[in-house]
C-alpha cells in the first residue's frame, strides 16, 4: 500500500540523512510525500535538512506547513525559531522559542537561545535574566556560562563575569584558550 511504501522512502530518508547523504535523503522524502502528503516526520525532515544546508527560506516554510498540520509539534517550534535566529531575525526567534516553551515548559537550551538573541539586540537586562534562568536549570553549560558571563562584562559586572568564567573553566577545561581569552578582555574593561 501507499502508506507503507511511504514509510519505507522516510526511514531510507533518514538513514541516507544519518550518513549525511542529504541529497539522497530529500529525494527519498519528496517520494514519501507524494505518496502521502500528511506525512509529518518528512515534512520536518526536509526543513530540517533545508536548514542543515543554509536554504533558510524554504526550511522556514516548511516548518510553518509542519505546524499548519500540528501546532504544537515542538521539533518544528524550535526548529523554525532556529531558523529565524540564522537569519538574524532576533525578536522573531525569541517569540518562536516563547512559543515552543509555552508546549514544552521549561527548557534550558530554550533559555540560553533567548538569552543570545537578547545579546544580539545588545539588551543586556533581558540576557542575562533568560542565561540565568538556563544555568539554574543546567549548571554545567560551558557555553551558556560564557554568554552569561559576556552579558554580565556588559552590563559592568565584572566580578560576577569573571565568577562564571571561572565555573566554565572548571566544568570544562577544555576551553580554557578561549575562556582565558575573555577574562583578559575582561580586565582590560576595568
Same mark, same amino acid.
Given at each position: 500500500s501507499?502508506?507503507?511504501? %511511504?514509510?519505507? !522512502?522516510?526511514?531510507l530518508g533518514?538513514?541516507?540523512?544519518?550518513?549525511? !547523504?542529504l541529497?539522497?535523503?530529500?529525494?527519498?522524502?519528496?517520494?514519501?510525500?507524494?505518496?502521502?502528503?500528511?506525512? +509529518?516526520?518528512?515534512h520536518?525532515? &526536509?526543513?530540517?535538512?533545508?536548514?542543515?544546508?543554509?536554504?533558510?527560506?524554504?526550511?522556514?516554510?516548511?516548518?510553518?506547513?509542519?505546524? !499548519?498540520?500540528?501546532?504544537q509539534?515542538?521539533?518544528? +517550534?524550535?526548529? +523554525?525559531?532556529?531558523?529565524?535566529? &540564522? =537569519?538574524?531575525?532576533?525578536?522573531?526567534?525569541?517569540?518562536?522559542f516563547k512559543?515552543?516553551l509555552?508546549?514544552?515548559?521549561?527548557k534550558?537550551?530554550?533559555?540560553?537561545? #533567548?538569552?543570545?538573541n537578547?545579546?544580539?539586540?545588545?539588551?543586556?537586562?533581558?540576557? =542575562?535574566?533568560?542565561?540565568?534562568k538556563? #544555568?539554574s536549570?543546567?549548571?554545567d553549560?560551558?557555553?551558556?556560562?560564557?554568554y552569561?558571563?559576556?552579558?554580565l562584562?556588559? +552590563?559592568?559586572? #565584572?566580578? =560576577?563575569?569573571?565568577?562564571?568564567? =571561572?565555573?566554565?573553566?572548571?566544568?570544562?577545561?577544555?576551553?580554557?584558550?578561549? #575562556?582565558?581569552? &575573555? &577574562?583578559?578582555?575582561?580586565? %582590560?574593561?576595568?
Amino acid at each position: 500500500s501507499n502508506a507503507n511504501i %511511504s514509510l519505507v !522512502r522516510l526511514n531510507l530518508g533518514e538513514l541516507y540523512g544519518k550518513a549525511g !547523504r542529504l541529497k539522497d535523503a530529500i529525494i527519498e522524502w519528496e517520494a514519501a510525500l507524494k505518496l502521502n502528503p500528511s506525512l +509529518l516526520p518528512a515534512h520536518f525532515n &526536509m526543513g530540517t535538512a533545508y536548514m542543515m544546508t543554509g536554504k533558510l527560506e524554504s526550511a522556514e516554510i516548511t516548518f510553518k506547513y509542519c505546524l !499548519r498540520l500540528k501546532s504544537q509539534y515542538v521539533p518544528a +517550534l524550535f526548529n +523554525l525559531a532556529k531558523v529565524y535566529q &540564522m =537569519q538574524e531575525k532576533w525578536g522573531k526567534s525569541t517569540q518562536q522559542f516563547k512559543a515552543f516553551l509555552e508546549v514544552t515548559g521549561p527548557k534550558p537550551s530554550a533559555y540560553t537561545h #533567548i538569552g543570545f538573541n537578547f545579546n544580539k539586540q545588545l539588551d543586556w537586562e533581558n540576557a =542575562q535574566v533568560f542565561l540565568e534562568k538556563s #544555568i539554574s536549570l543546567q549548571p554545567d553549560n560551558v557555553d551558556t556560562r560564557v554568554y552569561l558571563a559576556e552579558t554580565l562584562g556588559n +552590563l559592568g559586572k #565584572i566580578e =560576577q563575569a569573571r565568577e562564571q568564567l =571561572q565555573t566554565a573553566l572548571n566544568t570544562n577545561p577544555a576551553q580554557s584558550a578561549t #575562556i582565558n581569552k &575573555m &577574562m583578559l578582555s575582561l580586565t %582590560s574593561l576595568q
